[in-house]
């Protein structure tokens, strides 16, 4: 048995060293494959990253008139939990809302800080929801409400602008990966297939020998299949070394001019930590596709010549 495998991977060697340029090609399809992988499984876990945060702040903020009843604002917090769609619900008093104004212009502008009233600040609600999707709905309740109301609603804040601007990058970052990857995974199956074939085509001889002293198609195969395997792992390892590399540059060379300016834009959100359990789970399910795709397309490549 293991001198059976030992044959089947001198033969894949052989194979892949005699392929030249088809081998490096079908490498090379197959490193840009998994690098815009790598690339989008990053891209999209920021983002979702990104939305939780917006769903862990407040989005909406409802101002109401300083005079307004305790008894109308508790009513309004009601209709808010009556929806289900609110995960948290915090209400700032007028002179909770005046000591974060106080404390912000102090540092910014302490004559005006003087200047401003306590009644001149109103009492405010700020919801969160349960996922961005639900915000809107709460939106449009609120707005109800005020239209309802007799001028104890003075405001409503939502920020809609940056909630549509964030669904919009999600479905648009996932349309493009998605047909990125489909569009690669295509092309590597078809450069794998070309290459195995003519590898076939090149060892038919040799092939048919084999079959006539009772080798079986497993025993055929398995060279060639191993082979379409191996430019997968290639590939996988090859874009691993090359987004290290990025990174590595990026975070040292290029630190002031690229990274600094990209944390000082997203300022106050969180910036995604990458560990290396999240990195390694990519780079695993990676190798896995890279095999799948690899194997399949070496594995159709074979039958299609076992069946003349």
């Known amino acids: 048995m293991m001198l059976k495998a030992e044959r089947i991977l001198k033969y894949t060697y052989q194979h892949i060293v005699r392929n030249g340029w088809l081998s490096f090609a079908s490498i090379a399809i197959m490193t840009l494959t998994f690098f815009v992988i790598s690339i989008f499984s990053f891209t999209v876990y920021s983002v979702n990253v990104i939305l939780h945060y917006y769903e862990s ?20 917090k009601k209709d808010i939990i009556d929806t289900g769609k609110a995960s948290n619900i915090k209400y700032v008093s007028k002179q909770q809302a005046f000591t974060n104004f106080e404390k ?82 295509i092309i590597s199956f078809v450069i794998i297939i070309i290459t195995i074939a003519i590898t076939i085509n090149s060892h038919s001889e040799d092939i048919e020998i084999m079959k006539l002293v009772g080798a079986t198609d ?54 995604p930590q990458y560990s290396i359990l999240l990195l390694l789970e990519i780079i695993g399910i990676e190798i896995f596709i890279g095999i799948v795709i690899g194997a399949i397309s070496s594995f159709i490549a074979i039958s299609r010549y076992l069946k003349k």
């Open 57 to 76: 702040k407040s989005q909406i903020i409802v101002f109401f008139n300083p005079n307004a009843p305790i008894s109308y604002i508790q009513s309004v």
């Open 104 to 185: 912000v212009l102090k540092t910014q502008n302490p004559q005006l800080a003087n200047a401003v009233d306590l009644n001149a600040l109103p009492p405010s609600y700020e919801i969160s929801t349960t996922s961005l999707s639900n915000l809107e709905d709460i939106a449009n309740i609120l707005y109800k409400v005020k239209a309802q109301s007799k001028g104890e609603i003075n405001n409503i804040l939502y920020f809609k602008s940056v909630v549509q601007f964030l669904k919009k990058a999600v479905s648009i970052i996932t349309s493009i990966g998605i047909g990125l990857i489909i569009f690669l995974s």
């Open 218 to 271: 497993t025993y055929v195969s398995g060279p060639f299949i191993i082979e379409g395997a191996f430019y997968g792992i290639i590939g996988v390892f090859i874009s691993s070394i090359i987004l290290y590399l990025i990174y590595l540059v990026i975070s040292t060379s290029y630190r002031k001019s690229v990274l600094l300016p990209i944390l000082s834009f997203f300022q106050g959100i969180p910036i």
